[in-house]
């Protein structure tokens, strides 16, 4: 299957495929300041694509419980000379992780690939971005909420998306494992992916050292968290998850390669 990204085409439903977090702020939970400067930005996305990441993702604006927000101006400012810089230096689809549409486009124009909207919302603005440029746009369901309501956004979002004029082999869906949800809820939606994956669509997960994560590995440090990432990666990916939002590829990319060949053992 094929998730089209402007002029790549991401093919997906085989292999499980990671997305590299790089956050380009300051207040990040796990790894605030650590790529604010746009040269170790940018060295960290060159890194985790020779590790193994197929897909790298920027954000430049903490989306962290109690975040500080920042002006589009701001965010634009931590993000242009890092998507300028990047450019050549690696091959595979670049994402933005932003939910503001004057940001999108300025990312779009500078050679993003995807935009990763955690807004929760299908607007006509952002959708008339994808439809223009022919990104990739990642929608995620922010909220409260089990399967069951997670199911019903996702349908929703996908008729809400094509009404607007985007097709179905554009679109992504995100649960929002830590946006709005409780614990338990976290867990159940990480446990039961089957209840809620549409067909024909990219399922992805973004549980990478969340508090959920913290609780259920009992690990209060955030860049400690990796056993505990990877178990919940391997469940996802059993479940039918098809891309991984994580931070450590170098280490967690062996827990889902992993689970791929578990995965494909059991439909032998």
Known sequence: MIWKCKNKNIEYGGKTLIMAIVNITPDS??????????????????AAAAAGADIIDFGAYSTRPGHIKVSEREEWERLFPVLNTVKGKINIPISVDTFTPAVAKLALEAGADIINDVSGVVTTEMAQLVKKSGCGWVIMHNGAGGAAEVLKFFNSAIKQAQAL??????????????????RQQDFELIANIAEYKINGVPLLLGASRKRVIGEGSRQQDPQMRTYGNIAADAAAVLGGADIIRLHDVENEKHGIYMADALKKAAHT
Do not use: W, Y
């Open 29 to 46: 939970f796990s790894d605030g300041g650590a790529f604010l400067n746009p040269e170790s930005a940018v060295k960290r996305a060159v």
């Open 165 to 182: 004029g985007i097709q179905k082999n554009r679109l992504c869906l995100d649960m929002g494992i830590g946006f709005g949800k409780t």
